[in-house]
Nanobody, 124 residues
Framework: QVQLVESGGGLVQAGGSLRLSCAASGRTFSTGTMGWFRQAPGKERDLVAAITRSGGNTYYAGSVRGRFTISRDNAKSTVYLQMNSLKAEDTAVYYC?????????????????WGQGTQVTVSS
């Protein structure tokens, strides 16, 4: 099993920045690809960004490309999401997810492990 714990969420004004962290424990060799999803009230859980184990491949949703950066530190079993130029529409619960394959999937159902989520609220 893999346990994922997110941190770093909070309230920020539009235009501000936040950095989310997701620490993995347990069978961390199963965290081949790590992703950040977000879910706003009444909406589906969508992939925001993802990164393979080596960091050689990344994915960004069009709405965040150029503003968000995903990175990982395998020695610390931690993945980060740096969020800059935040907008009100970025408000959501952000979830960290992992799957053991070195392939980036965009569907939430293909991720095996999930964190509990962290709230990000951007005030306009």
């Amino acid at each position: 099993q893999v346990q994922l714990v997110e941190s770093g969420g909070g309230l920020v004004q539009a235009g501000g920045s936040l950095r989310l962290s997701c620490a993995a424990s347990g069978r961390t060799f199963s965290t081949g690809t790590m992703g950040w999803f977000r879910q706003a009230p009444g909406k589906e859980r969508d992939l925001v960004a993802a990164i393979t184990r080596s960091g050689g491949n990344t994915y960004y949703a069009g709405s965040v490309r150029g503003r968000f950066t995903i990175s990982r530190d395998n020695a610390k079993s931690t993945v980060y999401l740096q969020m800059n130029s935040l907008k009100a529409e970025d408000t959501a619960v952000y979830y960290c997810a992992a799957n053991p394959r070195s392939v980036i999937f965009t569907y939430a159902s293909l991720y095996d492990y999930w964190g509990q989520g962290t709230q990000v609220t951007v005030s306009s």
